[in-house]
């Protein structure tokens, strides 16, 4: 497919705004900042970005020399740890990053912050696979153009890539992977498609343990019937490629933990987290007394905040886009969310319904909804335990998203189908707007707030 040099210029813009953008998150937000989280009303030692402090101390840790830790669910000093579980190779590439910037300590407030910039390059690496995806698909222009504003203006994904985290790493690692296999099969097969994607999701692994959804996938590729359907040796190539990269540190994970991905060990350390169980037994029966704790679980607690954090929600999930209430959907008070889902909505169904009716694309269809599924499950399985409604465990499939709103929007269109990156782009860059106007008075506030609450106590 070629690819006219408006599109190319269209994407080197909109790669130069995500870097823009995610450098202004990284230099508002506040890095091991202590300060009062108002999603509990208690004064933390970080306010910034989630799980970012325990991150850096992973990094700190491989810069002195103490190579990889060793997660204890049972150690008295967790909050600093708890990260420890991760697999290595983001923090490894940190690590190499922090030399090279001239950052000796990521604990230190004043330089460690520095470390966020990796994850600008890596959240401009996701923005060109979703790019790559369309053009491995033979979108229409637009519609390409239009997926790719989506992934590079979604106020979150931006703040993640402006944070110090593993979670842009494997959303680009996961994003070219779906291009590989795009590209298998679409174009054929060969060893060398077979080996990029096979290392591919063999990193991806050893990023987080998120991205085993990544080999049911390529399995689901390598079967489906079709004249671009693998041999056996590329099929092989592909699939025990991740195993053999992967699957030294799975075995570390076994005779440590006792089981490959250090789950039981997980779970052990965050049994006094939020679960769903005090939700569904306790908070929603005093708040609602005739309500269905199930159904206002899953739905008002879990899908509200999940749908809204999709398109931003900052701190440690207490700085929202709206002026008041957390669980209210009324729209007077969630106005800019609710235009942003609006929008959102209709683009993702137009895509989906072009999906399948695309003849061409049916093997990249199945994949991208495969995939899609698998992460939305795993979400879901998470939740089932654990009250984490973070729409950032859904970003590994910002590319299928992005691709079917931006596709959705240039099919409703048709001969105006250049609008379609005006109604993507336009929503999304005021919700950036408006949260870059706020989030600065919003950490000075929880600042102060810290530190007046400090200075009461004896």
């Not at 995500?18 to 108002?38: D, E, K, M, N």
């Not at 350390?269 to 005739?290: N, R």
């Not at 999906?355 to 495969?370: F, G, H, Q, Y």
Request: charge should be positive; glycine fraction near 8%; hydrophobic fraction near 50%.
């Amino acid at each position: 497919m070629t690819i006219s040099r408006s599109t190319w210029t269209a994407l080197g813009l909109l790669i130069l705004a995500h870097v823009i953008l995610a450098s202004v998150f990284a230099s508002i937000t506040p890095y091991r900042q202590s300060g009062l989280v108002t999603l509990n009303r208690t004064v933390e030692k970080d306010i910034g970005a989630p799980d970012e402090r325990q991150h850096a101390n992973y990094i700190a840790r491989l810069l002195n020399g103490e190579g990889f830790p060793v997660f204890n669910p049972k150690d008295p000093n967790l909050y600093e740890t708890y990260q420890a579980h991760q697999p290595p190779l983001f923090y490894v590439v940190a690590a190499g990053f922090a030399k090279v910037s001239g950052v000796n300590d990521p604990t230190d407030a004043e330089t460690g912050g520095r470390l966020r910039f990796l994850n600008v390059i890596l959240g401009a690496i996701v923005v060109a696979g979703v790019f790559f995806l369309g053009k491995n698909l033979q979108l229409p222009e637009p519609g390409i153009i239009a997926a790719t504003a989506f992934a590079a203006l979604l106020p979150m994904n931006i703040a993640l890539s402006g944070a110090l985290s593993n979670d842009p790493l494997l959303f680009a690692l996961c994003t070219w992977t779906l291009v590989g296999l795009a590209d298998g099969s679409r174009n054929g097969w060969n060893v060398k498609r077979a080996v990029t994607v096979g290392v591919l999701i063999g990193l991806a692994c050893l990023t987080k343990t998120t991205a085993l959804a990544l080999l049911p996938v390529a399995f689901l590729t390598m079967i489906i019937p079709g004249e671009n359907r693998p041999g056996i040796r590329e099929a092989g190539i592909a699939l025990a490629l991740p195993i053999l990269i992967a699957g030294g540190w799975w075995l570390r994970n076994l005779n440590l933990y006792g089981d490959p991905f250090a789950i039981r060990a997980f779970s052990e350390a965050f049994q006094g987290s939020a679960q769903k169980e005090m939700f569904v037994t306790q908070i929603i029966p005093s708040q609602s007394p005739e309500a269905n704790p199930e159904l206002e679980y899953w739905t008002r607690w879990v899908g509200w905040w999940t749908v809204r954090s999709f398109y931003g929600v900052f701190g440690y999930m207490d700085i929202w886009m709206t002026q008041t209430g957390r669980q209210s959907p009324d729209f007077e008070q969630n106005r800019l969310y609710w235009v942003l889902i609006l929008f959102g909505a209709i683009g993702l169904a137009a895509g989906l319904f072009q999906s399948t009716r695309d003849k061409e694309n049916r093997t990249p269809s199945i994949v991208l909804v495969a995939f899609s599924a698998l992460i939305g499950l795993l979400f879901l399985r998470f939740n089932n335990q654990y009250f984490q409604a973070q729409a950032r465990y859904l970003l590994p499939a910002i590319a299928p998203i992005a691709i079917w709103i931006g596709s959705g929007y240039s099919t409703l269109l048709k001969s105006r189908a250049n609008l379609a990156v005006v109604l993507v782009a336009v929503p999304l860059l005021l919700a950036n707007a408006f949260a870059i106007s706020r989030l600065p008075g919003e950490f000075s506030a929880r600042i102060e707030a810290g530190r007046a609450a400090a200075s009461q106590q004896p």
